[in-house]
Each structure stands twice: as structure tokens, then as C-alpha cells.
């Protein structure tokens, strides 16, 4: 028999989301005019993954399914928990822009889809799953993004991710192949045996620069970023959140769980790989970022920033740091769930131009509030959740004992200051330019306020959250 | 004696004969594509160059906007024809599967009967 009982409650998440997404799809098609009843199921599909996922980590809850080649732990259950959070949130952002064009039911359901490739690719053990899990949260991706067929940038952004996307994928799968030759298993405990003896051979060296190449794309870290802008400026904002949250935080997941469990013996390798590419991200997103009029361009350029801050985790996972790293991920992944997902909705709220922030803070206060603290903590300023995320990297990375490590870590400071003048020129607009015309409010604007007000609340209390945070992640069970 | 040969050679000098035989049929069409153009006689005419449409002349522009209602059906097409792709080899061991197989099999024609039921309700299946 190849399931037992305990494969059910370990799927738990997985089945309900599945389940979800069907019913979604058949109340949607069936019930055309109730799209407030479709946007109320999906987002009580997410808070029902979000609950069971946390009753799975609460109990403890380990178990290792389907040979060996997906696991339940506190590290893919906490991921589930980023993922299923944001989805909820983005969800219930979605609902005004999706009704709004009449296709809620699809878009809905591409959220859902996604969301279900976000929870079984956190719990991959085998790279050929991993494969198929990163496909299942990438192919909707792509349609999300295309989803506003009223604007022609939407098309364009969707077309310039798919064929990027399209070739990344296949650079990824080749070097998946390529180390499953030279290790003649896909399984990461298999793979960790070819990898072991710390001169693996030039095959399974090739195929962990292509598998990395691969997750750069994915992660959309330099110099494989040129897609984020386009596709983020041009998809629907509720997508742009979105994607730029839930789908990178597993991505970050598995690529940590392949590189810690499958390739421990040349680690030597990929953090030096990590820290370059850490080091590029971070002066490509940030010296980009400073150019942009556009709000929405400017985040997407502040989201390859990001996962350069996340990679100078990766390149500390060696020496006598390695908890604190794999604690840093996980930590910065919530943080920035919360403050990237609230500016992107601000963005829904208020639009993406720069100048339709101008005085915002006379005419919609406690929205300017929301983005003042979401800048703040996008910039790392204490006590706000950002600050939380590059506390941890920065500790993890003094603990590191590599020279590379120290200059990546002394690059993120740089970049944090680098990043002050964009951020902040939001909250300067915010502040001191006149109101212009039309940015009042608008009708049927509550989920997104509500959405938009309690990431704010996220992430003011994240000093309060970071303490069962940093409890759970350093019982992740990774290392 | 060959036999012996590829014995003695090493694995990864094996790989010569696929270069070789790359080389072999990279040269081998580039040498009758030459031929061709030096061999053949050129005599170009009005006719000639017209889009080929089965020896009937065309009447319209063809780049112009056409549905893409066929493009659906053979959408939908695919799902029963790797619907049936599945079937097959299960339908072969079923016995050996049990209750098990049933169930497995079950939850994956329901979800491609899902989708069924959404192209249906679209309006995918209506020839207008």
C-alpha cells in the first residue's frame, strides 16, 4: 500500500487546496453573477490551508511520503503557513480588480493553483517533483500576469515571462538531469551521496550551476532579472503582490532544502556562487530602483534587492552560522511577505505613478500611514519587520567565517543606505508635495483596505511576531 | 576485431563516434543542399512564386485574423486523449490495484471532467 492515514493528515494542506480549486472553478462557472461568493470561498480555502498547516506544526507533526521523496517538517509547514498567509491576503485584495473584469472565477482559481504548487514544492525531497511542483506555481504565473487584457503592457509582460520562463525552466530541468546522471538518483538524500566526497565530479558541478542559474530566474536574481520590471509593471498589481511574495518565498525554500540536504559536501561552492550573484542582485535592484518614476517598476527593482538580501543568507550557510542562515531565510521570507505584499496593495489603492502619491498624507491619511510604515520597513529601519530579516542575515553572516561572506554582508549595508533615497522619496511625496486630483477613494475598496491595514499592523508587531518566529525556524528541523 | 577495438577503448572515447557522426550528417546536408542550388536550373515566373494552395490560385490576403475556435476543440481534444493514455495501462493492471487504484483513478477523471464541465458552461463546445 503505498499511503497510510498518517499520508492523509500529512497532505492535509495539499488536499484541502486542491479540493479548493475545484470547487472554486465549478462555483464560479456555475454561479455566474455571485463573484463575491467565489472570492469568499478562496479566501476561506487559504485561511482553512493556513489553520491546518499551523495544527500539523503545533503537533509536531514529521513525516516522510512517497519513498522518501516528500517530506512534512517545520520548515516546509512554515513555508506553507508564509505561503497560505499571503495567498489569503492577495485573495482578498484580488476581489474589486478580479469582479471588475468579470473573470474573477479564473483568476481566482490561477491564485489557487499557484498556491498549490507553492505548498507541494516546499515539501519536495526529489528533484524531479521539485520540477514538476516549480511548474505547477510558474505555468499560472504566467497567465496571471497576462490577466489585464485592457492594458497592452499586461500582454507584454506576460509574453516576455513566459519565454523567459520557458527557457529558464528548461535550463533548470537540464541540470536536474545532469546531476541525477551522476548521482543515478533524484532523491536528495541519494543526490547528497554523489555530493559528498567534496570533489563531485565536473557533470554534477555543471548541473549545480545550471540548477542554480535556473533558480535565479526564478527568484529573479541579477543578472537573470530582466523579466521582473516587465512582468511586474505590467500584471495586474494583486498578481504583481502576489507572485513577487508566495511563489519566491518556496522558491527560496527548496532551493535551500536542495542545497543544505542534497549538496552539503560542496557547499564550499555554492556559497561562493551564491555570494556573487547576492552581490550583483543587490547593486542591479537598488541602483535600478532609483531611476524608476513608476511605483510599481520601482518595486519590482525593489524585489530584486531582496532576493539578493535573501542570497547573502545562502552564501552564509557554511562555518559555524549555518542555524542562523537557514533561520535568517525563514525569518526574511515572513518579513518580507508582509511589507512587499502591503506596498504592492497600497499601489492598488493609490496607483502606480509617482505623482498620485502627492499629498497623500492630507487626503487619505491612514493609507499614507500604511505605505509610510511599509517603506520604513522595505528599508530595514528597527523595530519594523524588515529590520528582523536583516538582523539575522547580518548575524549569520559575521558568524560565517568566509572572507567572500563578510565582503557580500558589507554590501548589503551599503545597498540598505542605497536604498533609502527611492523608499523614502514615496514618503517625501507623501508628505510635502500638493494633493493632486482623483486619488479620493473609490467604491468597494474594504478587502483591500482591510488587506492593506493589517499587513501594516504585521508588520509594526513583528518585534512581538519574531519571537515564536525565531522559535519555530530554529526548530525547522533543516539542520 | 572491431568488437575488440571498441573494447579497448575507453567509455568516454565512445563519444567520438557520436561527434563523428554529427560531423557526418551536418556535412553530408549542407553537400546535397549545395549540389541542388549549383545542379538545379533557376527559371523564376509570376506564377511560380504565388502561395502554393493545392494548384488553386488564392482569392484573399491570407495574413489576416482567422477563429481560433479550432484551436479549442483541439484543446479539449487533449484532455481526453491523455485521459486515455492513463486509462490503458491502468485498465491492464487494475486487478493488482485494488480499491486503491480505483480511487486514484477516480480523483483524476473527476478533475478532468472539471474541466470538461467548464469549457461546456464557456460556451467552448458551440460551433457558431
Known amino acids: 500500500m503505498p499511503y497510510s492515514a498518517e499520508t492523509f493528515v500529512g497532505l492535509i494542506p495539499e488536499i484541502i487546496a486542491a479540493i479548493f480549486l475545484l470547487l472554486v472553478l465549478m462555483v464560479g462557472v456555475f454561479a455566474e453573477r455571485a463573484a463575491g461568493l467565489v472570492s469568499g470561498i478562496t479566501a476561506l480555502g487559504t485561511v482553512l490551508i493556513f489553520a491546518s498547516s499551523a495544527w500539523l506544526l503545533a503537533s509536531g507533526f514529521h513525516g516522510s511520503f512517497f519513498g522518501g521523496g516528500y517530506v512534512v517538517d ?85 509574453m516576455k515571462y513566459i519565454i523567459t520562463g520557458a527557457v529558464a525552466s528548461s535550463v533548470l530541468l537540464y541540470g536536474i538531469v545532469l546531476i541525477y546522471g551522476a548521482s543515478s538518483s533524484a532523491n536528495l538524500s541519494g543526490v547528497a551521496k554523489a555530493f559528498s566526497s567534496g570533489h563531485a565530479s565536473p557533470v554534477a558541478l555543471l548541473g549545480l550551476i545550471l540548477l542554480l542559474s535556473g533558480f535565479a530566474f526564478k527568484v529573479s536574481a541579477a543578472p537573470f532579472h530582466f523579466w521582473t520590471p516587465d512582468a511586474y509593471q505590467g500584471a495586474p498589481t494583486s498578481a504583481a503582490a502576489f507572485l513577487s511574495v508566495a511563489p519566491k518565498a518556496a522558491t527560496f525554500a527548496i532551493l535551500l532544502r536542495i542545497l543544505v540536504e542534497g549538496m552539503p559536501g560542496e557547499a564550499r561552492v555554492w556559497t561562493a556562487i551564491a555570494a556573487v550573484l547576492a ?103 528597527p523595530p519594523l519587520s524588515g529590520f528582523w530579516g536583516k538582523l539575522w542575515i547580518i548575524i549569520a553572516g559575521t558568524g560565517s567565517g568566509s572572507i567572500l561572506t563578510y565582503v557580500t554582508v558589507g554590501v548589503l549595508v551599503v545597498n540598505t543606505v542605497l536604498s533609502v533615497p527611492y523608499y523614502f522619496g514615496i514618503v517625501r511625496n507623501m508628505i510635502f508635495e500638493e494633493p493632486v486630483a482623483g486619488t479620493g477613494e473609490t467604491k468597494g475598496e474594504g478587502p483591500l483596505k482591510f488587506s492593506v491595514y493589517a499587513l501594516a499592523i504585521i508588520t509594526v508587531l513583528f518585534f512581538i511576531i519574531i519571537i515564536p518566529l525565531a522559535a519555530v525556524a530554529g526548530s525547522s528541523g533543516l539542520l | 576485431m572491431t568488437l575488440g577495438l571498441v573494447q579497448q577503448m575507453s567509455y568516454g ?116
Not at chain 2, 556535412?27 to 541542388?36: D, H, I, R, Y
Not at chain 2, 481560433?68 to 490495484?97: C, G, N
Request: avoid cysteine.
Open chain 1, 74 to 158: 517545520g520548515f516546509a509547514l512554515y513555508f506553507k503557513l508564509v505561503v497560505a498567509g499571503s495567498a489569503f491576503f492577495a485573495s482578498l485584495a484580488a476581489t474589486r480588480w478580479a469582479q471588475g473584469t468579470g473573470d474573477a472565477t479564473e483568476y481566482l482559481t490561477l491564485i489557487l493553483s499557484v498556491v498549490l504548487g507553492a505548498l507541494l514544492l516546499v515539501s519536495m525531497r526529489d528533484l524531479f517533483g521539485v520540477f514538476l511542483a516549480l511548474e505547477l506555481a510558474t505555468i499560472p504565473s504566467y497567465a496571471m500576469v497576462a490577466f489585464d487584457r485592457s492594458r497592452r503592457e499586461s500582454a507584454e509582460g506576460g
Open chain 1, 279 to 381: 552581490i550583483v542582485t543587490m547593486f542591479t535592484g537598488n541602483l535600478f530602483a532609483l531611476r524608476q518614476s513608476n511605483v510599481r517598476r520601482m518595486l519590482a527593482y525593489s524585489s530584486v534587492a531582496h532576493s539578493g538580501y535573501v542570497l547573502t543568507a545562502f552564501a552564509a550557510l557554511q562555518g559555524g552560522a549555518k542555524a542562523e542562515a537557514v533561520q535568517a531565510v525563514m525569518i526574511y521570507s515572513a518579513a518580507y511577505a508582509a511589507m512587499n505584499l502591503g506596498a504592492f496593495l497600497v499601489i492598488d489603492l493609490v496607483g502606480e505613478d509617482t505623482k498620485s502619491f502627492n499629498g497623500l498624507i492630507r487626503t487619505r491619511p491612514m493609507v499614507a500611514a500604511s505605505m509610510f510604515l511599509f517603506m520604513a520597513a522595505l528599508v530595514g529601519i
Open chain 2, 13 to 128: 572515447a565512445l563519444y567520438l563516434y557520436v561527434g563523428l557522426f554529427m560531423l557526418l550528417v551536418a556535412g553530408f546536408v549542407s553537400a546535397v543542399l549545395m549540389l541542388a542550388r549549383m545542379l538545379s536550373p533557376s527559371r523564376r515566373s509570376a506564377s511560380k512564386s504565388k502561395v502554393y494552395e493545392t494548384g488553386e490560385s488564392s482569392v484573399t490576403d491570407p495574413w489576416r485574423p482567422f477563429p481560433v475556435r479550432y484551436y479549442v476543440f483541439a484543446l479539449l481534444f487533449l484532455i481526453f486523449d491523455v485521459e486515455t493514455a492513463f486509462l490503458y495501462p491502468w485498465a491492464v493492471i487494475y486487478r493488482t490495484l485494488g480499491v486503491y487504484g480505483f480511487v486514484e483513478m477516480v480523483v483524476f477523471v473527476v478533475i478532468l471532467a472539471a474541466g470538461l464541465v467548464y469549457a461546456w458552461k464557456k460556451g467552448a463546445l458551440k460551433w457558431v
